[in-house]
């Protein structure tokens, strides 16, 4: 019994001696985790439950050149209420005037809200949800609510602000003005974000229940730093005039895409940019940037740049006589077709630019560079048109004009690209050039921003005019085009646009596309474009209009296409943005006017009631002072009147209709 006493005994220590030795385990490894260690593992404790959270700066504005909002930022607030944290005291007092104030604001009875509180209070909810997505106005509305107006410590009053992107423009413009998001950074914003982004602060943040974020103080310990505005060129009312001409274009051809831009043409700004093209549903928005980024053949706007070279290089003149035949002419094996049936016959090679002769140009730079072609080439390219224009937006289209040796170079290279074949180029690229000759030959580079500037107005960066080149030829050569293009819309393909009261000069372009698909026979696809400045004399804008593939049996021609759209904008910025005040106001002093006008004084201010006699009158005077007297007025012709078809002396009738001549 004493030895099973004893060995019993003897286990009981070795127990107590082996829990002795792991308690000063215990003890000693928590003595090393408490001063060894002790800092590294408070850091592992704060890094799981405390965060730096990033405060996003506001982005910089982005306004147009009259000071119009293109893109903001605009600051919006989610509110969170610890609800625990409330003295007991204030909470009764003053829960039920909050319930009854976020029940008018953010609707639902002010019973289920007083409910929703009190039970996140009951199960010490300290990050209960109120509202998102406020803006500034109704943040500081609820952050004066009852209990809320004590703040973060004493009213568990938690806000949370982040800012979101707003155009008010909608969709106009809105590839060019752009984006810096998921999306990409395509447009002014992406081109500009390191102004625009501005320096993002940070507040500290304690993981609560739930695995829940709370701040831990009332004031972020970082401020954010507003980004820098951008002010562009574009001209809010041009815009508007360029956008919804297109956007009519289109859905009458019902077309697949197009763009427009406008240039001033001293300064290269861009004071429009459209970019539209159609969605599955038919409807049309702005899908790409088409003016910057899409290369495509040019076609017939090609002309122009071969009739510098040629006439640069004194290969030909304005008169040089070409035959175009009977609109058919085999070059190399392969058939060259004019638009007129029955063909132009002999004609110059200016009015062959006027008519857009393929034949003629084909002719007049083959028979004249067919054995250099070299030298065709490289005074295209000595023009910049091989060239990127280098623009801060991304995306832009590679031009492509190939030269002897290149893949892309045949036999039948050389007639093709006289009239725009064989050779890619973006609008902006066709517009730049065009430009230039409105320009007296000076090249200047399209731009998009006039300055960088603080969110208080304070000036920082100015972006000047840059010229590409001060003269792309001679001043000989450039009269002899600008003579030319205007006489494209005054008697050549672009006639239709003419118009007695305002000088416009250009030239049409009608290129197909997709021609080597299987079924182009069957439906034929065009680009249609026209490219020109205003007014003729003067120019104050430059324009492009490219839409492609109208419906080809509603209309394919540049002149019918795209031409109405370039006449719309360029008479609606004429009258909106009053070209016409650059001539000099000084009314002539003409006997005859100063009769005219007395003798309408005399007769608008006499008490009468017999038809007057009107004869010799001016129409609009006429008009007036007959309506005046109760009378319908029907007229034909202009001018002064010649006849009237009630006598003068005969009783007023009113309502009676007077007809003039």
């Not at 030795?21 to 002790?38: C, E, N, R, Y």
């Not at 058919?328 to 007129?340: P, V």
């Not at 021609?515 to 680009?527: F, S």
């Not at 007297?629 to 003068?648: D, H, I, N």
Request: glycine share 8%; net charge positive; charged share 25%.
């Amino acid at each position: 019994m004493a030895a099973t006493k004893k060995g019993i005994l003897n286990k009981l220590y070795v127990v107590f001696v082996f829990i002795t030795l792991f308690l000063a385990a215990i003890i000693l490894k928590l003595t090393d985790i408490q001063f060894a260690d002790g800092e590294k593992y408070r850091d592992m404790s704060e890094h799981l439950t405390i965060k730096n959270d990033t405060i996003f700066a506001n982005r910089g504005n982005v306004f147009s050149a009259d000071g119009s909002l293109l893109a903001t930022s605009m600051s919006q607030y989610e509110i969170r209420m610890d609800a625990y944290t409330v003295e007991a005291e204030e909470f009764e007092a003053n829960i039920r005037n909050l319930s009854v104030e976020l029940s008018k604001m953010l609707g639902k009875p002010a019973n289920e809200w007083e409910n929703k509180i009190r039970k996140a209070r009951t199960n010490k909810n300290r990050y209960l949800f109120i509202a998102r997505k406020l803006g500034y106005t109704e943040y500081m509305k609820i952050k004066s609510f009852p209990i809320f107006k004590l703040g973060m410590y004493k009213g568990g009053f938690i806000a949370e602000q982040s800012t979101v992107r707003a155009h008010p423009l909608g969709k106009v413009a809105e590839r060019t003005i752009g984006y810096d998001d998921y999306r990409g950074a395509p447009g002014i914003e992406g081109a500009y974000r390191d102004y625009l982004n501005g320096k993002f602060g940070w507040r500290l943040k304690q993981k609560i229940a739930k695995g829940q974020w709370k701040p831990i103080n009332d004031n972020n310990e970082k401020e954010p730093v507003d980004g820098k505005d951008i002010v562009t060129t574009i001209d809010i009312n041009i815009q508007d005039i360029a956008h919804h001409s297109l956007l009519r274009q289109l859905e009458f051809y019902e077309a697949d895409h197009g763009c427009v831009v406008v240039m001033e043409t001293k300064t290269g700004e861009i004071k429009a940019i459209s970019n539209l093209g159609k969605n599955a549903s038919g409807a049309y928005y702005e899908r790409l940037n088409y003016a910057v980024g899409e290369s495509n053949e040019p076609g017939s706007a090609f002309k122009v740049m071969a009739m510098v070279v040629a006439l640069e290089a004194k290969a030909i003149d304005t008169s040089t006589m070409v035959d175009t035949g009977g609109g058919r002419y085999i070059i190399h094996g392969r058939a060259i077709n004019d638009s007129r049936k029955g063909g132009y016959g002999k004609i110059s090679a200016a009015r062959a630019l006027e008519v857009s002769s393929n034949i003629g140009f084909a002719r007049l730079i083959n028979e004249n560079f067919g054995k250099t072609p070299e030298k065709f080439i490289n005074s295209l390219k000595g023009m910049h048109l091989n060239e990127q224009l280098g623009l801060p937006i991304k995306g832009e289209g590679t031009p492509e004009i190939p030269g002897p040796g290149d893949k892309k170079w045949s036999k039948n290279a050389l007639p093709s690209i006289a009239y725009g074949y064989n050779i890619s180029l973006t609008p902006l690229q066709i517009l730049t050039f065009y430009n230039a000759i409105a320009n007296d030959g000076e090249m200047v580079k399209p731009r998009f921003i006039k300055e960088i500037r603080s969110w208080d107005k304070q000036h920082l960066e100015s972006f000047d005019k840059e010229v590409i080149d001060p003269a792309i030829c001679s001043k000989e050569t450039i009269d002899k085009m600008q003579e030319m293009l205007k006489n494209v819309v005054v008697h050549g393909t672009g006639r239709k646009l003419y118009a007695e009261n305002f000088s416009m000069a250009g030239k049409t372009g009608t290129a197909r596309t997709e021609y080597w698909m299987d079924d182009w026979e069957t439906n034929r696809r065009y680009i249609s474009s026209f490219t020109g400045y205003f007014p003729a004399e003067n120019p104050k804008y430059s324009c492009i209009v490219v839409i492609h593939k109208p419906k080809a049996q509603t209309g394919y021609y540049g002149a019918d296409v795209s031409g109405p759209v370039f006449k719309d904008i360029a008479q609606k910025i004429y009258l909106s943005k009053s070209v016409i005040n650059n001539i000099e106001n000084k009314t002539p002093n003409f006997k005859s006017i100063e009769n005219d006008y007395n003798t309408y004084f005399t007769i608008a201010n006499k008490e009468i009631d017999t038809i007057p006699n009107v004869k010799g009158m001016a129409g609009m005077d006429a008009i007036s002072i007959l309506e005046n007297l109760g009378l319908k007025v029907s007229y034909m012709g202009k001018g002064k009147v010649t006849e009237q078809s009630l006598l003068a002396g005969g009783k007023i009738i009113k309502g009676s209709t007077i007809i003039l001549n």
